[in-house]
């Protein structure tokens, strides 16, 4: 069985950073893309920023140059380090990964909170 079990989110002041992780367990196969989304309260999921197999990286307008995403294969682990954050990046962070064949597979999420 698939599981994402995402850590890393707590309070923090604006200026400040977090590092997001997100342990996979199970087996997937054919994964294709990898990343992180947000759901502010009242707001739709969007997608943060995302990584494939191959390397390559997007982000959200806001994040840019702000936000950074990786993996460690060897680990099993997604994250996602969060600098100069922001209180309009308050939000529950979830983990995704998205397989060639269609299956998306979702943590539960960690709450940042960006607030003095």
């Known amino acids: 069985q698939v599981q994402l079990v995402e850590s890393g989110g707590g309070l923090v002041q604006p200026g400040g950073s977090l590092t997001l992780s997100c342990a996979a367990s199970?087996?997937?196969?054919?994964?294709?893309?990898m990343g992180w989304y947000r759901q502010a309260p009242g707001k739709q999921r969007e997608l943060v920023a995302a990584?494939?197999?191959?390397?390559?990286?997007r982000y959200e307008y806001s994040v840019k140059g702000r936000f950074a995403i990786s993996r460690d294969n060897t680990k099993n682990t997604l994250y996602l380090q969060m600098n100069s954050l922001k209180p309009e990046d308050t939000a529950v962070y979830y983990c995704?990964?998205?397989?060639?064949?269609?299956?998306?597979?979702w943590g539960k999420g960690t709450l940042v909170t960006v607030s003095s």
């Open positions: 199970g087996s997937i196969f054919g994964i294709d893309v």
């Open positions: 990584i494939t197999t191959g390397d390559s990286t």
């Open positions: 995704n990964i998205h397989t060639r064949g269609g299956m998306d597979y």
